[in-house]
């Protein structure tokens, strides 16, 4: 029997720490488990005694002035929603060196002294530049579908999206089996694989075709057709939308003109992958990384973002995470190959 | 209190009708519910005393005998599936008459004396003809996501095509609203707009394009201007894949032209539409149908499809199924347009 | 080619009614759709010119004045929410004179004209006695899970309802199966056995046991019997919770002292009955029938709840719509007891 | 640009190894996943050149022989489902030496060389022994929604409990909000608090109750007084069945006694959480324990559990697997009561 579950940290903990005002703000795609992420962060700070201000509209906000005191009851059931209640939005003026100073004017008056960003690379590296010039704390939630962030085992967003994409497929299987097709079925990923090779490992697909590696389409084309001699009837192949050799479209036109007796169809899943409510993994990554934002900020670390590794909060400079490559799992394209005889 | 809820009807109250052994088939685009139905159809017929023959790939199977005897057990456990497990095909052999001799001479081979259809118009016209040059008994269940179907207010599978598709609509939404854009959504619907617009209300979306109405792209136009100016910052538009004015990417690149300063994205559903588990409605529109379609024959009816009127059963002849104009409720278009502003 | 899609009906057709100023409340237990009623009622009313008033907390928030005026930004991105942003709660001194008296000035005070409640027959018992007292027009929109109301198809709720109690079946079916066990599982429905019938058939249940029917035990006990004896090797009893021999734990305690070789299970679905996302149904059923009040109450009815009877909006006088009784549709019972052999 | 995504691994890696046919089993409660891992332990096998037998319904089977050759196409569309295609059962007769006797014997009749349990310490304490006894080859996967095995970070089904719980406690919130209500919410885990921690924390709830620590009722009941004093108006708590306080139904009507002023109610979860179709990550994980359990048999290990930590596959003993305690993580915790505030 240990310690009870009830006790818990001193609120006053970080009573030394100079920072008293902490804004918030998401940038670059929605992922579904941002709302859980603004939630933490703006809880654990009110509940170390620190004001919160939440920032709409990403770095364009931040020029703008588009600024509010967060209370805790302003995140009150929102973990569960998808999309960002705080808005997300590109901004060309945060480019510029006069559009950041203007974004830095408005935290100095509203006695702002640091910030947690939640978002991507685009977002990060937003944030080192800004950090540099002005000296600024900085913290990033990491949180996009893709996951393809450095540093981290997972960002924020990706496990709600994989779960997305494998109930579309299991639905679109439904209809290849009960017509015997050839589905190609695209899913995001610009640079990264990941959300297709785990998708199709997940939707028992028999083949993915994802930028890390060449498509090598004679491969592809063998392998197919094998399965149709060991008379697999129908057949679906993951495609990431960064893929070598073309979108799903185009990879399908090549099969199709070389196979006509394949019945070939074709499916962009699309935004849907970005929605939705997010995977209990999602809101609990979301909360943890939220927390540690805030106590990295006390904990006075800047231009890092908080992530984690083997289930352990990690601190990551933004420099890394932004250009360091993650790769995939290479196992994980033995254990598709194998399960898709 | 009334009758015992578990008192049955009579199991041989249909002793003296002649069919002893029909075959069952699904046919077209698969629906999700057709697995219900096809459970119905094989336990009422038995419970009437009646063998069942399951033919897979619909007609293509009626000429290569893809013939197998059904048991209660063989239908357990899929009422909860998507798909067919009889599978479906097209056949255009069966629409030569030398193709429909070959089919009619397995039937008779086998002894089968009815047939049970599942599908939509297509599969009851193929039905309409073969039943009229052999004098063969066939009865119909509605069986097509699109609802397209004179003569019953439901086909078995809307229901869940319906639900998918708003399903999605909630997650892009979470996406249009973070980042305020302006979303054209396709879904299934090549001369029909039951989920366009049906999908359209539920969804909350702001407009939609259906192939039943002229689309005034002027007055679409105006419409998300004013939307605009109100200071809606997001809308979403469902477009049927049979609209006049062209699919989803032809309207919103000509929105696009004319309103640069609008975030303009497409989404084309596609087939996760067809796929999933039937919902509740679709399970229980499956259950009454495939009894009544038994009913119906050995009540000694033919060439006609069972459907579901003001929650009663109706038999309306192929004929009529088939060429007769189901329109949309008028009235949701209106709600529709008062909801959305 | 109709008319077209995008003209509206005229917003001031209803110029010369002397309401201008509508409230709304909901009552009694929640249901999904009721936010999606809100939403219709509140954007219909400001459609043809009238002001909309939010009541907190159904007619305890009429005494205590928790009155807000709804614009139409104060009903966006609900329609997809369970639950009722109005809240609701009991009001025992709604049933005095005194506080009805009360709860009347408060209406005088802030000019509403009119109201619309959404909730069951305990809302509409209190809106009918509110309405004569003090001769204020009032329109209920039928908003309850158990689907007992006369005088229309479906209330809103009911669709959700029973797909979340199909969904839980068919995940505790997994386990039935896996384990071949005997499962009795409750649901809603005190006086009605909609949600069990209907759940039942939907979910491939092999019996229900609901309120309006006597449940005979030894006829309960052959069917299982008889199940068993044919190899049936795992069964799912559906109770309604009203069902008159006792609940799921007392009627599978029963079976199990008399077939010990049986491996029974209960479990009782509870409050999730109550939640979720509502369905395309629901939510097309809120809206049209939101839409219906305003339109009513601006047609000068009063005491009346809008129903959807054969797809028609139908206006069913408060006392009709409580005291009489809506059956159960008894083919439903044939239909249940063929599929389960 | 690395190797060919498409090439593979040499199928006859493994000819020397004299293991040449292998028997797969589930057993103990059933979890989701349990199918995914039976076609990859199948599919790897058949890869690797070796016959498959499917002993159903565990260790019962395994006496009374009932064993059947698996093939490729015996597992296809599965990877999606609940339950478990082998059936699940408790056996007496195996915890005899009789009786596991018998089952060896059978097992050599059908010159079977190794077998791959899937399931719990319950599942593994049995394996060790007759692994011992007739040292024969056995390996573990772990299989459980409880998550309480030693040895691997996570087991299958544990991820789909969890989002089926937290999906359930979304929709009971939306009703806890919509009266105001205190929900005391019992989920699975005798003796783990892994579910009711991690659900607690992913579904927002404001507090949980887990075997891992003593029940301060008092503490609880100042919590939720706080929250109340601070206007908190509805309240969440998870219960694990284990919890050293008593089930949910024994704590909620302390409090009630205590606190009549709190609208309280309580429901438990039951068997909904050990069904429905797995998760992505549950499915990756059953595919890579699948395949790493052949791989090990094939590589001469016997008597382990395959488990995944650090998203490295391991080795675990059954004896640690079973003996050793696998313990929360002690700072969720904290992340839960921050986030409650």
């Known amino acids: 029997m240990k310690e009870n579950i009830l006790s818990m940290p001193a609120p006053d903990m970080y009573s030394d720490c100079r920072i008293k005002k902490i804004a918030v703000l998401t940038s670059g795609g929605d992922a579904p488990g941002m709302n859980a992420a603004i939630r933490a962060v703006t809880r654990s700070a009110i509940y170390f005694g620190r004001e919160v201000v939440g920032i709409y509209y990403g770095y364009k906000g931040m020029i703008n002035k588009n600024f509010q005191i967060m209370k805790s009851g302003d995140v009150s059931n929102i973990i569960q929603s998808g999309g960002t209640i705080l808005k997300s939005a590109r901004s060309k003026e945060f480019m510029t060196k006069e559009g950041r100073e203007k974004a830095y004017q408005n935290l100095k008056e509203e006695n702002i002294d640091a910030l947690v960003v939640i978002g991507g690379d685009g977002t990060f590296t937003g944030a080192r530049i800004f950090a540099q010039e002005f000296n600024f704390p900085i913290v990033g939630v990491p949180g996009t579908i893709d996951n393809d962030l450095f540093g981290t085992d997972f960002t924020v967003g990706y496990d709600t999206a994989l779960n997305t994409i494998v109930q579309a497929v299991d639905k679109i299987r439904d209809t290849a089996t009960a017509h015997e097709r050839l589905f190609f079925i695209e899913v995001m990923g610009r640079d990264a694989g990941f959300l297709a090779l785990n998708g199709g490992i997940a939707a028992g697909s028999e083949a993915v075709l994802i930028p890390e590696f060449e498509t090598d389409m004679g491969t592809l084309e063998t392998y197919i057709e094998t399965g149709y001699r060991k008379n697999k009837k129908s057949s679906i192949v993951l495609v990431a939308e960064g893929d070598k050799a073309g979108g799903a479209f185009s990879i399908a036109s090549k099969i199709e003109r070389e196979y006509p007796q394949y ?79």
């Open 263 to 341: 019945d070939v169809r074709v499916t962009v899943l699309g935004h849907v992958q970005r929605g939705g409510s997010p995977t209990a993994s999602d809101r609990i990554l979301a909360g943890r990384l939220g927390v540690a934002a805030i106590e990295a900020l006390l904990d006075d670390q800047k231009s890092v973002m908080v992530g984690i590794e083997f289930d352990e909060i990690v601190h990551v400079p933004f420099n890394k995470a932004i250009k360091n490559e993650k790769s995939v799992n290479q196992h994980l394209l033995r254990v598709l190959r194998m399960l898709s005889i």
